[in-house]
């Protein structure tokens, strides 16, 4: 059974700092892409960043420059650090490991 575990989340104000952290259990963590998605209240899950098991990494657009995603195959974690945080990044985020897992999710808001 996968289980991945998200942590990290919170209030933060506009401008500031987050890491997220994911832990994935149960699978051969090496050998596996890790993807970082998010939603919004009332909109779609969209993807953030995405790493895949060699190490290249895919942001989307409204996050590059600032989001950046890295995987420790050791620990079996995928970290995201989110920097210069905006309103519009406030959403719960979710860790994913293909074909079909899933976290539980952890708020981010950014608000003053």
């Known amino acids: 059974q996968v289980q991945l575990v998200e942590s990290g989340g919170g209030l933060v104000q506009p401008g500031g700092p987050l890491r997220l952290s994911c832990g994935v259990f149960?699978?051969?963590?090496?050998?596996?892409?890790i993807g970082w998605y998010r939603q919004g209240s009332g909109k779609q899950r969209e993807l953030v960043a995405f790493?895949?098991?060699?190490?290249?990494?895919t942001y989307a657009d409204s996050v590059k420059g600032r989001f950046t995603i890295s995987r420790n195959n050791a620990k079996n974690t995928v970290a995201l650090q989110m920097n210069s945080l905006k309103p519009g990044d406030t959403a719960k985020y979710y860790c994913?490991?293909?074909?079909?897992?899933w976290g539980q999710g952890t708020q981010v808001t950014v608000s003053s």
């Open positions: 994913y490991q293909p074909p079909d897992y």
């Open positions: 149960g699978s051969i963590f090496s050998r596996y892409s």
């Open positions: 790493i895949s098991s060699s190490g290249i990494t």
